[in-house]
């Protein structure tokens, strides 16, 4: 799952308590300011490939690794690398 699409899924879940008034009144400043980060952040357009990713599958064909595996293994080190 990409961030977006884990975003979004946030955003829909907040959205659904607070319109069953599920929030409790007292964070009801910090789920509105959650909504327009989520809206904010969903809005920005995709961003490109870290070099360092092209750095890192070029790296790895060098070393013998399929192209298609050497672009999988350099994705799940960049969501490694931005969840770490």
């Known amino acids: 799952m990409t961030n977006k699409e884990v975003m979004q899924q946030a955003l829909i879940c907040i959205e ?16 509105e300011s ?10 920005q357009p995709e ?3 870290a070099p ?10 060098r070393e013998g690794i ?6 999988e293994l350099a994705d799940h080190f960049a969501a490694e690398r931005n969840n770490g």
Do not use: S
């Open 16 to 31: 659904r308590c607070n319109a069953h008034g599920w929030i409790l009144a007292d964070y009801e400043d910090e789920v």
């Open 66 to 71: 399929d192209k298609h595996r050497a672009r």
């Open 47 to 49: 961003q490109e490939p």
């Open 34 to 43: 959650a909504i327009t980060a989520l809206r904010e952040a969903l809005a």
């Open 52 to 61: 360092w990713r092209d750095m890192v599958v070029a790296t790895l064909v």
